[in-house]
Nanobody, 112 residues
């Protein structure tokens, strides 16, 4: 079991930036990849970004390509999501995920 804790959410104006962090603990040696998802109230949870633990290969949802960057620091068991050029439609609770484990989520709110 891997425990995940997200941080870095907050309120930002459109066009601004935020950097989310997700710290993993527990059985981290089993990590194959880490992901970010997001969910707005009344909407389905959607995939945002993915990074493999043993390399820098990444995948992004079309809606965030060119604006968001996922990265990781294996020594710190941490994955990051750098979000630039934020839009109101990015408003959601952002969740970290790996190997069927989920964090509690961190709220991102983008005002116009």
């Amino acid at each position: 079991q891997v425990q995940l804790v997200e941080s870095g959410g907050g309120l930002v104006q459109a066009g601004g930036s935020l950097r989310l962090s997700c710290v993993a603990s527990g059985r981290t040696f089993n990590i194959y990849a880490m992901n970010w998802f997001r969910q707005a109230p009344g909407k389905e949870r959607e995939f945002v970004a993915r990074i493999f633990w043993s390399g820098m290969s990444t995948h992004y949802a079309d809606s965030v390509k060119g604006r968001f960057t996922i990265s990781r620091d294996n020594a710190k068991n941490t994955v990051y999501l750098q979000m630039n050029g934020l839009k109101p439609e990015d408003t959601a609770v952002y969740y970290c995920n790996s190997n069927k484990s989920w964090g509690q989520g961190t709220q991102v709110t983008v005002s116009s």
